[in-house]
């Protein structure tokens, strides 16, 4: 039902390896609704792609977005879209949102975590 519904959409389930990889490589925006997700690590999957992030304000993950820098945090449903089509809309904000991500989280690693 939703692949008919969302045809322009792709549907990869999921994806290891060299897979996960190119998926990553391949996106223009990480786009993370979850409310519940304790860390997010696919964050900085994303961020170590060269990939901006929108997240919502509950959980983990807003702790691994620089707010205007990396991505965005959004407070509400409403504003999660707004910044998601913000963001869908200004490609060169997007790149230089992608690439500050990607310089974030350089040398990161369980033995120097970010700040």
């Not at 969302?6 to 993370?32: K, Q, T, W």
């Not at 792609?49 to 449903?77: I, M």
């Not at 409403?78 to 200004?90: G, H, M, N, T």
Request: proline fraction near 4%; charge should be neutral; hydrophobic fraction near 45%.
């Amino acid at each position: 039902m939703a692949r008919r519904k969302h045809a322009s959409c792709d549907f990869r389930g999921v994806l290891r390896g060299r897979d996960l990889a190119r998926a990553f490589a391949d996106m223009d925006l990480f786009v993370f609704p979850s409310r519940t997700d304790t860390f997010g690590n696919v964050i900085q999957e994303a961020a170590a792609s060269g990939v901006a992030s929108v997240v919502t304000a509950a959980g983990g993950p807003r702790n691994l977005v620089v707010p205007g820098v990396t991505g965005y945090v959004a407070d509400s449903d409403p504003q999660f879209i707004a910044k998601v089509v913000e963001l869908a809309s200004d490609l060169d904000r997007l790149r230089r949102m992608g690439q500050a991500a990607r310089e974030h989280v350089l040398g990161v690693s369980w033995d120097s975590p970010l700040n």
